[in-house]
């Protein structure tokens, strides 16, 4: 597939181009954390960062959207198909993310999401490979990589002054064309530098041995070890909100006079409400089923469902729990012990 090299200072001329008539999303700073924006005017998108705190994933299945709306119980009008966008600086864990969502929502889910395969389909994924690991991050533990291209449209990789960007998909290659003025072709110096960098990010990763995971978990449903993982969790479900591949959801209709819309918004497997039945019955009452819901279904459910791990190893349930319930620590006991 294509590739070409383009100075860094030329990067927002590049996106503009090949991105022209589009919304163009890429990583900018807030306050300390980075966050994906609009590529405006006096806007510089952020190279050196370690991930974003929401990932790419609420830009294709936001954490609230209007699915349609209603007047007298008919319906008035559904949204309009999401606009082409272009979001640049996904990493790849991110990236692959958006690959599982892919299945999920799309070829092997039980029913189509047209909101997020619309997105999908009018979008360019452009990944930024990691130079750095994270202490948190664990990709390479559950089949990613910090140049994993699964998931993207364009692997782009920092080389100092340049960025390497290669076409992953067709769709990747018909946005180099796009900018192509802008691209030279890479020497091979250069392609051993991003090399060597991927490397070196590889080297820095936190690896642990998940071979025996599915079929532990497979005859885990009553392990006494679910009391230990789930000891200290306060049930406050914010790693399932930043979990870039966590997808459960709640609808509602909300109603004014005649007029009413129905609302899709991010709702999470660790809130006691979310199985709470009308007669009052809970299947999932204690923390310690919330927790072993989260975790069979990102690493037994989703495997047996749709064939992917549904965790890349991205860290932010790591790095942002209040009571640091590490779900590596987790795995381990569950891959280990009995
Ligand atoms: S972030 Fe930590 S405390 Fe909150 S629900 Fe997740 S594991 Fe439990
Ligand atoms: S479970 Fe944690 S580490 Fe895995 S993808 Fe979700 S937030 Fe990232």
Known sequence: MKQGTLKKTRLVDWLRSAGAGQTVYVPVRRGTDAVFAPLQDGVEPLLDFDNTVLSVKSLFFPQCEVLLTFRKERLDAAPEPAGPFVVFGVRPCDARALFCLDKLFGEFGQSRDPYYLARRE????????????CHTCFCASVGGDPADRTGADILAS????????EAVTPNGEAFL?????????????QAARR??????????LTKFDLTDLKKRLDSSFDSGLWAAVSEVC???GLCTYLCPTCHCFDITDEKKG??????????????????LHASGHNPRASRKERMRQRLLHKFQYTVDNV?????????????????????REALKKLTTQR
């Not at 920092?158 to 960007?165: A, H, K, R, T």
């Not at 790095?319 to 779900?327: E, G, H, Q, S, T």
């Open 122 to 133: 009018n979008s360019a994924v452009i990944s930024l490979a990691c130079a750095k690991a």
């Open 158 to 165: 920092d080389l100092g002054e340049d960025l390497l960007l």
């Open 177 to 189: 064309d796009a900018g192509g003025g802008l691209l030279s072709p890479p020497t091979e110096e």
């Open 195 to 204: 090399d060597n960098a991927v490397q070196s990010a590889r080297d820095g």
């Open 234 to 236: 306060r049930g406050c």
């Open 258 to 275: 005649a007029r009413g819309r129905r609302v899709r918004t991010w709702d999470s497997c660790q809130y006691a409400l979310f199985t």
């Open 307 to 327: 064939g992917e791990v549904f965790c890349v190893g991205c860290g932010r349930c790591v790095a942002n729990c209040p009571v640091n319930l590490d779900i």
